[in-house]
């Protein structure tokens, strides 16, 4: 599986951004998919996870209510929505592909595949 991230660009606070990650390869849709983010300096952090489809989905505190995360099967896309950007949300977004288990769906050491990451700036 390979993953392709797009949708990245500059906003001010308050504004929205969608983000793509398309998958090209066999057998996409059987695996749990996820969004993480790097701010420079700091860790891979968690943003969004979702099950298969029809499956659940998953938020850090610090994004729910504001992201949201959905895939398009007969696409082999998934996305993530994000409404009232703030400047802690500026970060290079990756798309991950995976099987963890319920407890693990945070841990980026559960997905196999990465898409090459998307950048988001969040001016004040």
């Known amino acids: 599986v390979q993953l392709q991230a797009s949708g990245g660009g500059s906003v001010q606070a308050g504004g929205s951004l969608r983000l793509s990650c398309a998958a090209s390869?066999?057998?996409?849709?059987?695996?749990?998919v996820a969004w993480f983010r790097q701010a420079p300096g700091k860790e891979r952090d968690f943003v969004a996870a979702?099950?298969?489809?029809?499956?659940?989905?998953y938020y850090a505190d610090s994004v729910k209510g504001r992201f949201t995360i959905s895939r398009d099967t007969a696409k082999n896309t998934v996305y993530l929505q994000m409404n009232g950007l703030r400047p802690e949300d500026a970060a290079v977004y990756y798309c991950?592909?995976?099987?963890?288990?319920?407890?693990?769906?945070?841990?980026?050491?559960?997905?196999?595949?990465w898409g090459q990451g998307t950048l988001v700036t969040v001016s004040s």
């Open positions: 991950a592909a995976g099987r963890p288990i319920l407890s693990a769906m945070q841990d980026r050491n559960m997905y196999y595949y």
């Open positions: 390869g066999s057998g996409f849709n059987n695996y749990k």
């Open positions: 979702m099950h298969r489809s029809g499956g659940g989905t």
